[in-house]
């Protein structure tokens, strides 16, 4: 058991809603500070970094995305923000090299400008080149992903590269294990870090009454339909998917009175990436409901009675479970790291072990009973 009262847990002001961004690079030389935000695709900066953006603008920042073009680049835009492009490899392996094409894409586009602060989610492609140069780093670790899984070469590799890339981080985590396995494996100081408790979402934007006026509901009527439980995420097999799936096909064979929905990207490039003709065998065999991706999830938030999370993946406070709680919904999920902290503090007796799709199947049977 993790003594928590050995560790720092950081708060945001009530009147703050600025956090660690993916990559935030602030850059002097200009009448005002401009950030600059990087990820792997637009469309992730829009969809999950759009208030942090206006918040920024509002406060006297200049925003300049850089991230690989999509069909995001014009809503980025439409915030207020510039976008430049760079172009990331799909399955990267030279970390530094990385690190460098994002900080001359930044630098090189503006030439005036100097970073002076670096705030950073992929923590040893960029530290280990700002850490020399006196540049103050903030590295947010919200999760361990795939790489911690397995006792491998891989594990031993990235911990050598978190332990020379946070040496003088200042570091957030997410959950009090992650911190505790840092600090015990000696990759951090424990002065230098603390915990931050999810990355949180607009709960006015996820809200009960936004969920009805999306679906053109302004009183909440009862509505006569299946009892529908959603599963929303990338669809990788460490999320749970498979597992759901199973549920959703041992609850169906007994009652055709309950829907599974699954909504998110089948993602092609991962390996543990759940695949289209996976998809489409269980919507011929009458399992699930797949609903692709969409822009704005509410809609199927607020259609939904129940969402499920059955991930196993090293990760932290999943959004889509914020997302529900913010929008009235329960919520049944794995007894693992920050995800089963939620579920433990907002629906007691609904979570479970990773893996168990029948304990799983148990969960929303007796939820939907």
Known sequence: MVDESRFKIHTWPATSRILP???????MGHSKPTLWISANTTWYVFNFRARLIRTLLEQGFAVTVVAPPDDYVQRVEALGAKQSTCRWPAAPTRFRSLAYRAILAIIGSSPSSYPVEL???TKYLRCTDCSPSGIPVVANIPGLGQAFANENWLRHMIKW?????????HVFFQNLEDQAQFVTEHLVDRDRTERLPGSGVDTEYFSPRAGRTVLGREKNLPIEKPF???????LLRDKGVAEYVEAARQLRADTDNVLFHLLGFVDTRHPN????????????????DYLGHSDDVRTYYAQANCVVLPSYYREGVPRTLLEAASMGLPVITTKRQAAGMLSRMASPGFSFAPA?????????ARWFT
């Open 161 to 169: 590269l978190y332990r020379l890339a946070l040496r003088r981080a």
């Open 273 to 288: 990436g759940i695949t289209h003709n996976d998809i489409q065998s269980w919507e011929r065999d009458g399992i699930i």
């Open 356 to 364: 168990m799709s029948m304990t799983l199947s148990a969960k929303c």
């Open 119 to 121: 705030h950073s989610q």
């Open 228 to 234: 529908t439980f959603l599963m929303v995420g990338r």
């Open 21 to 27: 961004t993916p990559l935030g690079i602030v850059c």
